[in-house]
């Protein structure tokens, strides 16, 4: 658009001086207005003004000035700036509607913006000092409150420790002094962010934050931001806690669960790398003790025969617990090998019922083994099944004083396929509520009427439980006092 006479002294004004028509679109911008925002003329000229200096939640105020520049022929106004670099600045502005310009297109308004910031800052500083100091400087942690050009109006005495300055040297400086220099730049956008959508959060969610202090040093911090409107004045104010101390913790717990991460690895690679040289001297004491209870080397007498029993049970309960605390090992360091094969669950019931059923019958108990009538076919590793299986009935006639075990075997139809259930169930004394929760816990027992029992090592049941979840199923129990206990294994398939 050509320039009238009149409209030419603009570029010799040192003032930021736009002309605007009554769109918003720039027809006139002084160097003042280039000096001040950081556009020039050739970029500014031809825009609406509200996509370059006005923030987006500001479009419609700056409509209403325009309107009333053109009704009133004069107006003032206070307003957030936005410059090229994206830093934001407090303005005043006086608008006039330019009589005879602007052509066809209607008149022109004429803009006179002045950075006010510094008063700006001064003033709310003065107005939360009044309102707020003795507030913020009963607080525990530092607090420091920014405006949306980025300056401390107001920093605590504990926020001014913190970071190590004097009472009163962070007043009106940029909030990014207090951060190292390779967050500054992010931080000026995720400021601008915060104040378009202002909110109570912690500040970096999931991130390490770091402050500066006046020394240079950095240490480690958690900011929770809070929004703050204070005469129209939109401001944050951040608490900041020092976390150094947690931190040096955590990196101790840390450094603590690695070393006791290896040493488990450690202890479980010896574990499950020592079974032979573990059994084989067990084997070897219980065989000769077998041999001189046999009496093939000789005649022993009563005592002699008592002492050796002594010796072989004790042999032979040290081997069990050495054996479960293999399986454990082996377990937890995954070297389980599960061989898959089709297995006769009816079959394996029966060895099973042959090879404990004379315990039963020892402690006058009865067994029962129930049984479908046609075979039942599982594809699973026999050997973790036949161990579970044993280890349940084991405990069932262990800790059964009078009455009987039930073994029994089911299949049932689920909506996730067919199931297999392999049921243990014993008249014994029960288990109370608060010893079930933890029954299948590692070396975790029952004690109610077990007493006089050989409780064994304690890993039983949380081997059977580790071992029917590898075989893709789950083991439970049911069980009060004085109602016997009920162990379910379910399997998949069958």
Not at 97 to 110: C, H, N, Q, T, Y
Not at 166 to 179: D, F, I, S, W
Not at 263 to 275: E, I, T, W
Not at 384 to 393: D, E, F, G, K
Request: proline letters at 4%; glycine letters at 10%; charged letters at 25%.
């Amino acid at each position: 658009m050509p320039e009238s006479e009149d409209l030419r002294w603009l570029h010799e004004c040192p003032d930021a001086l736009m002309a605007i028509d009554h769109a918003g679109r720039v027809v006139h911008w002084s160097a003042g207005a280039r000096s001040l925002f950081g556009y020039g003329a050739e970029e500014a000229c031809g825009r609406m003004l509200d996509t370059l200096i006005v923030l987006a939640d500001r479009s419609a105020e700056q409509r209403a000035f325009i309107e009333q520049t053109l009704r009133d022929t004069t107006a003032t106004f206070e307003a957030l700036r936005r410059r090229k670099d994206g830093t934001l600045i407090y303005v005043d502005i006086t608008g006039r509607r330019l009589a005879g310009e602007g052509g066809e297109s209607g008149p022109l308004v004429l803009f006179s913006e002045k950075d006010v910031t510094s008063l700006k800052v001064q003033r709310d500083s003065r107005a939360l000092e009044a309102r707020f100091r003795e507030l913020i400087d009963s607080t525990p942690d530092g607090i420091v409150i920014v405006n949306p050009t980025g300056h401390i109006l107001i920093a605590n005495a504990q926020a001014e420790s913190l970071f190590g300055y004097a009472p009163g040297e962070l007043h009106a400086c940029p909030v990014e002094r207090l951060l190292p220099e390779r967050f500054r730049a992010p931080h000026k956008g995720h400021r601008s962010n915060y104040f378009a959508q202002p909110r109570t959060r912690a500040m970096g969610a999931g991130l390490e934050l770091f402050g500066l202090r006046k020394d240079g040093t950095e240490f480690p911090v958690e900011i929770s931001l809070s929004p703050l409107r204070i005469n129209e004045t939109q401001m944050v104010m951040s608490a900041i806690r020092d976390v150094s101390e947690r931190k040096r913790f955590e990196r101790a717990l840390q450094e603590k669960n690695l070393e006791l991460e290896k040493a488990n690895r450690a202890k479980d690679h010896f574990l499950a790398s020592m079974s032979h040289e573990l059994r084989t001297p067990l084997n070897a004491v219980i065989g000769f003790t077998g041999t001189l209870l046999m009496r093939l080397p000789g005649e022993l007498n009563d005592e002699q025969a008592r002492q050796l029993e002594i010796v072989r049970s004790n042999a032979r309960h040290l081997l069990a617990l050495i054996n479960d605390l293999l399986n454990l090992a082996k377990i937890e360091a995954g070297k389980i090998e599960l061989r898959q094969e089709p297995v006769d669950c009816g079959e394996l019931l029966r060895e099973i019922a042959a090879s404990l059923q004379p315990q039963a019958q020892a402690k006058g108990l009865g067994f029962e083994l129930q049984l479908p009538g046609q075979p039942v076919m599982l594809d699973t590793d026999r050997r973790a099944l036949s161990q579970i299986l044993l280890n349940l009935t084991g405990n069932a006639i262990k800790f059964t004083r009078s009455g009987r075990v039930t073994v029994s075997l089911a299949g049932h139809a689920r909506d996730d396929g067919r199931t297999l259930e392999f049921v243990v169930q014993d008249t014994g004394p029960g288990i109370a509520k608060e010893e079930l929760a933890m029954l299948f816990e590692a070396f975790v027992q029952g004690k109610a009427g077990r007493r006089g029992v050989d409780e064994g090592s304690g890993l039983g049941l949380y081997l059977s439980r580790k071992l029917a979840e590898l075989l893709g199923g789950e083991l439970n129990c049911r069980s009060a006092p004085g109602e016997g206990s009920t162990f379910v294994l379910v399997l998949p398939g069958g």
